[in-house]
């Protein structure tokens, strides 16, 4: 498991969707959708901290794999939920009607965020 890094976002497909869906407001939509973003991720064994840096706003959460923790959503909602590791390299968690998928390939992080049938891709770098 070497999550542990910082990656700048590189593109993401379908942001004004999802985003709408979830219940952002349009201008926050339209700032948001061509801000550079920087996720870092600091690991210790089965602890995270996942800091994502979009302008000025920060979303941090920390949470250990298999423990109950309370996450911040997008939307700014703190919802108590567990974070599954799918194999070595996935971290799994359903934020109430939204299911979170974090893959690291190599370099790449993939992140994946479904609500109902709108699926929000996120592809990062490691810098």
């Given at each position: 498991?070497?999550?542990?890094?910082?990656?700048?976002?590189?593109?993401?497909?379908?942001?004004?969707?999802?985003?709408?869906?979830?219940?952002?407001?349009?201008?926050?939509?339209?700032?948001?959708?061509?801000?550079?973003?920087?996720?870092?991720?600091?690991?210790?064994?089965?602890?995270?901290?996942?800091?994502?840096?979009?302008?000025?706003?920060?979303?941090?959460?920390?949470?250990?794999?298999?423990?109950?923790?309370?996450?911040?959503?997008?939307?700014?909602?703190?919802?108590?939920?567990?974070?599954?590791?799918?194999?070595?390299n996935k971290l799994v968690v359903n934020l109430k009607a939204v299911?979170?998928?974090?893959?690291?390939?190599?370099?790449?992080?993939?992140?994946?965020?479904?609500?109902?049938?709108?699926?929000?891709?996120?592809?990062?770098?490691?810098?």
């Amino acid at each position: 498991m070497g999550f542990a890094g910082k990656y700048e976002l590189q593109s993401q497909e379908n942001f004004e969707p999802f985003m709408k869906a979830i219940g952002l407001p349009d201008d926050l939509i339209e700032k948001g959708k061509d801000l550079k973003s920087i996720s870092e991720i600091e690991q210790n064994g089965k602890t995270f901290k996942v800091t994502v840096t979009t302008g000025s706003k920060v979303l941090s959460n920390e949470f250990t794999i298999g423990e109950e923790a309370e996450i911040e959503t997008l939307t700014g909602e703190k919802v108590k939920t567990i974070v599954h590791l799918e194999g070595d390299n996935k971290l799994v968690v359903n934020l109430k009607a939204v299911k979170s998928v974090t893959e690291l390939a190599g370099d790449t992080l993939i992140n994946t965020l479904t609500v109902g049938d709108i699926i929000y891709k996120r592809i990062s770098k490691r810098v």
